[in-house]
Each structure stands twice: as structure tokens, then as C-alpha cells.
């Protein structure tokens, strides 16, 4: 995996209008709950400037002057302000995470749905860690923009414009006074934001990075331990992790720095308006000439100063959201934009009762649209026939499969089933008539029965049993504790290599298709598993196409035709005992294979004897 982070993918604009846009429009369907969160909050910031204007009049009106009854008002309006603040504030809250998690659902659930129907080139170039990433860490980046950064955002601002009101309502002078450091402020800030901007972009980068290289070293740790890789992976992803580590440092320095220079300039502020203001409370000439400074009004600047620096520092943070959330929905977008999908035909035609003729019809494709690995490949398979695909690693078998399943699309040529192309059917038709078993069998966590159902309401359990007993599943799936409710941990974790084969078999089986597909299902079976599957669906291929793909030509000697595929032609078909005749290809293949089965037989023989 490659630890380089490329210039381009970490700078980019800080606030990006067309990112924020798509982003706006996954509020729509929560809009009313959206304007009455932002008045709540506009209420809400208008009561906190309210304080200090209150102690104004409390102060100059009333403690001055000695007027007990009048100061019980005030401290009763303040307790009223502050009760009504407090339930505003609840509320607020409240909705705007109710929105947040709203939102963040459908996000999810739109990711989730579009990677569902990404066409399977997509997964051959992305890593699993690097689009949970997308789904998890990069979804929930967003969800503090959603649930407070919008909301928030007006709040502050309003609160910030409720402040200036009351300031210049009060005195002119000194709201000038105290609107000196902003430019100071600015300056403070605009240097924040250029050093917090790219090690955001970067962090982000680097947790997926970390994902996926959790992902591809958890789930070959065996591999790891078995040549002895523990050191060297332990140093990769020391490497990685300490990146993620100096990225995020770095960002907590530049944090570091910036609130206590803010708190510089708020200190800065409140001595400025303590030498303004005081000394014109000291001088009566100054005091005339200004048209009067009370105390009231000094001590209430002071309080306005403190709010006015807050909603300052919180519009700070919202910008650190602001970067989390533009560095996220770029690469979330980035996935839902992602166009690896096989068309769906614009009239998908219902296939008939699928008789199950397959035919390839000079069919060319490439994974990479250069390197051609099927070349003018034509054959036909009859209802009812067992077709068997041999070859060299890397001859084009199991591309095969993944054409007739529609994972790729044709290069040239057409796929055709009873005499339809395969594109004018859509592909959920298509793959209801197709059941394929795999060398590696991936099984879900979750019971035996649903492994083999797939939770498929038209496979009930009678139907999973009667599979299960038929390939002979059965016989280890009662042994089982809880039978077929035992849970077969993650991808069958609790089962041996050739339990999860044959459960495997069960479910392709379970689902009842026209046309059935081993690809190297018994390379990890043993010989005595292999023999009674082979028994088991001798009698179940009957009436049903089947194409088998197959390295132990022992397992093929019966099917209908045999084709012998070597480096993305057809070279050679027949029956076993045609091929055999020809000497050709296939003659060899068998040649070797029996040499090595007698070299084998000797030596287990000698060692019995010894």
C-alpha cells in the first residue's frame, strides 16, 4: 500500500459552494424542522446579550440610587431570561441532533445501496478499509456539520449582530473601542485557517489509509505469522500511525496557538475599554464631552466583550467542521459519482421458463480494455448438458463465469441465454436463474440456515434441510450445537474449509437454478468430501446446464464437453476420451496429472509397507 499523499488530494478549497449545495440537499426532506432549529436559535442568542443590558439598568437605575424593590425585578427578569435560555437551548439541541442523525442516515443508506450496486471492476481497484472509511469515519465527519455547524453557525452570528446592537445602543465610543482589535482578530484568524487547512485533508486521508491496512492485515494475519511478517507489519503500520499521529499534533498546535491569542485580543478589548471607560468615569470632562459613561454601561461592555469573543471562537470551530465536512463529501461524493455500474437494459425483457442454452458468440474481453484475456471465444452449451472449462492459471475460465453472470460486460461478442443476450435482461432476472459455488466460499455471520437461504422467502427451511441433505451438508450440520440456528461466526470462522464448500453447495442448490456454475468448487475439498458431493449431484445436474471449471480433470471425465482454454482461446473440444485421442493440450494436462496421482499412490503404498 502506498504510504504517498499526493499534493492534489490534500489542498483543495475550504469552502467548496458546489459540495456545500449536494450537501443542502439531503436537509430537504427535514427543512420545517430545519427553520423553526435556527429561529429557536436566533431566540436563544438573543437572550445572552440581554444580561448585561439588565445589569446596566440594575446598576445605574436601581443599586445607585438604592431602590431594593426595583432590583428584585431586574433579578427576576434575569432568572426568567436565564430559565427561558436554558429550555430554548434544550430545544435547539435536541432538534438540530435529531437532524444531524437524520440525515446521516440517509447519507448512509444511500452510500450503502450505491456500493450495492457498483459493478464488481470497482472492488478489483479499491480497498475494502478505504470505502468502510467512506461509509463510517467520513459519514459521521459530517454529522457535527448537520446536527450544530449550520444551525450553530446562524446562532453565532446572530448572537455576534445582537451584541453590536446593544453595544452601540449603549455607547458609541466604546463600541468602537472595543471594534479596534478586529483587525487583529482577522489577522489571528486568517493565519489559523491557512495552517489548519491542509492538515485536516491530510488526517482524513490518513485514517483510511489506516482502515485498509487494518482490514488487508487483520484478515491475513495468518499469512503474517506464517512467514514470520509480524515485525515488518507491525513497522508499516507504525509508520502510517505515527503520520496520523504528527498529522493530528500538528493540528492541535496550530488549536494550541490560536485560542490563547484570541483570549490575548479579548484581554486586549476588556483593557481598552477599562482605560476608555474609566477614565471617563474619572474625568467629569470627559465624562460631559461624551455624552456620559456610567458604570452600569462600563460593567455591562465588560460582559459584552467577554460574549462578543465566544461566538468568535465557536465560528472557529465551525470552521474546523467546515474542513472536516468538505474533505469528507468530497471523497463520499467521489464514491456516489462513481459510474462502474453495469447498465440496466431501458426495457428489460421477462425471460420465459429458462430452458438453459448458453451460447458465447465470438466474445472478446479485456478487465482493463488493452490486455485481452478472452480472444473470440464461441461455444454452446445444450439444456441439460455439463460443459467442463479447463486450463493453465490465467487462461480465461473463471472470466468466463463472470461474463455469463454479467459481473463484466463483452468486449465484442454477445452472451446469450435461450437465445437472448444477456444485456436485454436485467441483471437480478438473470442471476435468479444462475447459482454459482466458488473456490472461496465467503459465508456471512449468522446461522447455517440463513447461509444456505440467504434469507430468501422462497427457500424456506423444509427446502434448506432437503439441499443441505442432498450434498450431504447434513450429516455435520447436526453435529452442530444449535443445528441449523448454529452460528457460523465471521466468514465461517467456526467451520473447516470443506463444512463452508459444502454449505456452500447446499445454498446454490437451495435456490433451485437452471444453471449451475462450479468454479474449482472441489480444489479445497478433500478426496472423500469430493466423492460424495460428486454422488450427491449426479443426479441433481439432470435437466439442469452446468458448467464446471475444474483443475482435477478426474472430477470431468464424464461431462458432455470438455473445452481446453489456453492463454484466452479455445484450442481444444470434445469429450475426455476425443481430447485424450488428439494427444494435444488436454492429452498432456491428463498425462501430468495421472503421473502425479501414480507417484503419489507408490509412496503412500511404501509408506504403508515401511
Sequence with gaps: MSADIHEEEILGKAYDGRLMRRLMRYLKPYWPQVIFAVIITIAYSGMGPLRPYL???????????????????????LFGIITVQALLRYGS????????????????MQIFNH???????????????????????????????????????????????????????????LALVTLTVIPILAYITLLFRKSVRSSYRQIRLLIARINAFLQ??????????????????????????????????????????????????SALAVGL??????????????????????????????????????????????YNILQTAMASSERIFKVIDDKTIIPEPKNPM???????????????????????????????????????????????????????????????GGVFIDGYNIKDISTAELRR??????????LFSGSVQYNISLGNDDVPFEKVKDAAKLVGADHFIDRLPNSYDDDVKERGAALSVGQKQLISFARALAHDPKILILDEATANIDTGTEQLIQKATENLLKGRTSIVIAHRLSTIQHASKIIVLHKGEIREQGTHQELVAMGGIYYRLYQLQYKDQERLTKKVRSSAVK
Excluded: C
Excluded at 281 to 310: C, D, M, P, R, W
Excluded at 433 to 442: G, P, R, S
Design 55 to 77: 445589569t446596566k439598568i440594575a446598576i445605574d437605575n436601581y443599586i445607585q440610587r438604592g431602590d431594593a424593590a426595583g432590583l428584585f425585578k431586574i433579578v427576576v427578569a
Design 93 to 108: 439541541a435536541y432538534l438540530t441532533q435529531w437532524i444531524g442523525q437524520k440525515t446521516i442516515f440517509d447519507m448512509r
Design 115 to 173: 456500493l450495492q450496486k457498483l459493478g464488481v471492476k470497482y472492488f478489483d481497484k479499491n480497498p475494502v478499509g478505504r470505502l468502510v472509511t467512506r461509509v463510517t469515519n467520513d459519514v459521521e465527519a459530517l454529522n457535527d456539520l448537520f446536527s450544530s455547524g449550520i444551525v450553530m453557525a446562524f446562532g453565532d452570528i446572530f448572537t455576534i449582530i445582537w451584541i453590536l446592537t446593544f453595544m452601540f445602543s449603549l455607547s458609541v465610543q
Design 216 to 265: 488487508e492485515h487483520v484478515s491475513g494475519v495468518i499469512v503474517d505469522q506464517i512467514y514470520n511478517r509480524e515485525r515488518r507489519a507491525f513497522k508499516n503500520f507504525d509508520d502510517v500511525n505515527g503520520k496520523l499521529k504528527d498529522a493530528n499534533v500538528k493540528s492541535v498546535f496550530y488549536y494550541a496557538l490560536f485560542y490563547p491569542a484570541v483570549e490575548l485580543t
Design 273 to 318: 475599554i477599562i482605560w476608555f471607560g474609566g477614565s471617563h468615569l474619572v474625568s467629569e470632562e470627559l465624562f460631559k464631552a461624551h455624552g456620559g459613561i456610567s458604570l452600569g454601561i462600563l460593567i455591562a461592555f465588560l460582559q459584552y466583550t467577554e460574549q462578543f469573543f465566544t461566538p468568535i471562537r465557536d465560528l472557529s470551530e465551525k
Design 350 to 412: 421477462t425471460l420465459p421458463e429458462v430452458k438453459g442454452k448458453i451460447e458465447f458468440k465470438n466474445v472478446s474481453f479485456a478487465y482493463d480494455d488493452e490486455n485481452y484475456v478472452l480472444k473470440n471465444v464461441s461455444f454452446t452449451a445444450n439444456p441439460g448438458e455439463t460443459i467442463a472449462i479447463v486450463g493453465a492459471t490465467g487462461a480465461g475460465k473463471t472470466s468466463i463465469v463472470s461474463l455469463l453472470m454479467r459481473f463484466y460486460d463483452v468486449n465484442a
Design 433 to 442: 436463474n444462475i447459482a454459482v459455488v466458488m473456490q472461496d466460499v465467503f
